[in-house]
C-alpha cells in the first residue's frame, strides 16, 4: 500500500535524523508525549497497516491513516480534552477490488479529574458521525457512547487504559446496528536518549455481531525535542491478534505514526 509505505518510511526518517532529548530530560519527556491526557495541543498523523484477515477468502490488505487532534480546553472551568479521529481508509470492496476515502469520524470530550497521586483520570462522551464516503468505510450509523482515560507514570515508563463504549441511534434503516466496546491497554518502558518500548494494541468487542479480537503489540519508539517547545514521537508497532470470535479479524497489523505536541501559549 502507497499509504503505509510513505508514512512508514516518514517515521524512519524520523527515528534515525531528528536531534534526541538530553538525556537528563528524556524519562519526562518520553512519559509526557505518550501519555494520552497530556494537556498540549497534539497532532497525530497514525496509520494501520493490514496484509491479512483472519477466515477472509481471497487474503485481501488494508489500510487506515489516522488523523487525529487533541485540543486543551477550560470551557465551563472545568480542564478538558477535545480529540477528534478522522480516517482515511482503503479497504476491500468486493467485487470491485479496493475503496479509498473518509471513514467515519469520532469526537470525544474527556473531562480531568483531580489527580490521585501521580495517577490521572479523565472522561466523558463521544460521539461517532457517519462521515464515510462508502458504505464500506463506515458504519452508516451516529452513534453515542462514553469514554474513559487512566495513566499512571511509573519511574521506569508509563502505565494506562483508555476504554470507549459506543451505540447507534440513527442512521441509515437498511445498516447493522452499532455497539461496540474498545479497551486499550497501553504499557511503555523507557529507555536512554529518548527512546522507549511500547505496547498499545486495541482490543475490539463487537456486541452487535459477537465478532470480536484481542491483538497484543511489540513495538520502539522515540521522542525528539524540536525547536519552540515542539515534541516530535515517531513509533513503529507491529500487532498479532492472539484471540478471536469471528471471521474479518486482522490476523496481524503494523501500526506506525509521528504525534507532535504543541505548548499551550496562554
Excluded: C
Excluded at 146 to 163: C, E, I, K, R
Excluded at 251 to 263: D, K, M, S, T
Amino acid at each position: 500500500m502507497r499509504t503505509f509505505v510513505s508514512n512508514a518510511s516518514s517515521v524512519l526518517v524520523a527515528l534515525f535524523v531528528a536531534p534526541p532529548v538530553l538525556a537528563q530530560e528524556a524519562h519526562d519527556a518520553v512519559n509526557e508525549a505518550n501519555n494520552p491526557l497530556t494537556p498540549k495541543i497534539t497532532i497525530n498523523l497514525q496509520d494501520y497497516y493490514i496484509p491479512s484477515f483472519i477466515d477472509t477468502p481471497g487474503e485481501p490488505e488494508s489500510n487506515q491513516f489516522l488523523l487525529r487532534g487533541l485540543i486543551p480546553s477550560d470551557m465551563f472551568g472545568l480542564p478538558q480534552l477535545l480529540r477528534f479521529t478522522l480516517p482515511i481508509a482503503t479497504s476491500p470492496d468486493v467485487p470491485s477490488g479496493y475503496v479509498t476515502g473518509l471513514g467515519d469520524l469520532t469526537l470525544m470530550d474527556l473531562f480531568i479529574l483531580p489527580k490521585r497521586g501521580d495517577v490521572t483520570l479523565g472522561g466523558g462522551p463521544l460521539l461517532v458521525v457517519p462521515t464515510a464516503t462508502d458504505e464500506s468505510l463506515g458504519s452508516g450509523k451516529w452513534q453515542i457512547g462514553a469514554a474513559g482515560v487512566v495513566v499512571a507514570p511509573q519511574s521506569w515508563g508509563l502505565l494506562g487504559a483508555l476504554a470507549t463504549y459506543q451505540a447507534s441511534f440513527a442512521g441509515v434503516d437498511d445498516r447493522e446496528d452499532v455497539s461496540l466496546l474498545i479497551f486499550q491497554p497501553i504499557l511503555n518502558i523507557n529507555l536512554s536518549d529518548g527512546w522507549y518500548l511500547r505496547s498499545s494494541a486495541t482490543w475490539n468487542f463487537n456486541l452487535e455481531s459477537g465478532n470480536s479480537y484481542i491483538p497484543v503489540g511489540a513495538g520502539v519508539g522515540k521522542v525528539f525535542q524540536l525547536d519552540k517547545g515542539v515534541t516530535m514521537n515517531a513509533f513503529v508497532e507491529p500487532q498479532y491478534t492472539v484471540w478471536h470470535d469471528g471471521p474479518g479479524a486482522p490476523r496481524w497489523q503494523i501500526f506506525a505514526g509521528v504525534n507532535f505536541q504543541f505548548p499551550v501559549r496562554r
